[in-house]
């Protein structure tokens, strides 16, 4: 860990964050639970938010690709998303679903923000739900050339984080 210039979990817990939430709406699987666990704590996000379905620490499944992630990322669970995006939007967070939809704006467009924000990250089979998509301030897109149409929602969440840091964090 020294050579890799890690911090310890005391240290991650006390370290300013990204201002940047994370939240899954109902997401099933525990394996891509705790792959964004463990995304979150690689871009230091400041909260993870587990809504409706999602599965919650602690998890032996989430446990198993979260690799200790779940120690050092801040995370809350809410029964629906609807409560949590509510929440976020009175605490004046902008929303950001991360979804195929008509008018969606592609990632590499997407504004570059440097007030806090959250990524809304849906279900393996249905996406974010659409009431969400509604009230969310922008939806985004990433573009795709294959022939699939959808990322596994832990890929889009390593993809957005990235983006988002790029843009924002590094100079």
């Not at 699987?29 to 620490?57: H, Q, W, Y």
């Not at 499944?61 to 050092?72: P, R």
């Not at 924000?117 to 969310?136: P, W």
Request: with cysteine; glycine share 6%; net charge negative.
């Amino acid at each position: 860990m020294d050579e890799l210039h890690r911090i310890s979990v005391e240290e991650f817990k006390n370290s300013k964050k990204t201002p940047i939430v994370v939240v899954l709406d109902n997401v099933r699987s525990m394996s891509n639970i705790g792959s964004i666990f463990r995304t979150c704590d690689a871009f230091r996000v400041e909260k993870l938010c587990l809504c409706g379905i999602t599965a919650t620490p602690p998890n032996r499944e989430i446990n198993k690709t979260a690799l200790g992630a779940t120690e050092s990322v801040d995370w809350q669970y809410y029964k629906t998303t609807l409560e949590c995006v509510e929440e976020l939007k009175g605490k004046g967070y902008k929303i950001f679903s991360i979804e195929q939809a008509q008018n969606s704006t592609m990632l590499q467009n997407s504004p570059k923000e440097n007030s806090p924000f959250a990524i809304i990250l849906g279900n393996e089979v249905e996406g974010v739900e659409q009431n969400i998509v509604n009230i969310s301030d922008e939806t985004i897109e990433i573009p795709q050339f294959g022939t699939k149409h959808s990322f596994n929602v832990a890929v889009t969440c390593g993809i957005v984080l990235w983006d988002f840091v790029k843009k924002t964090l590094i100079q």
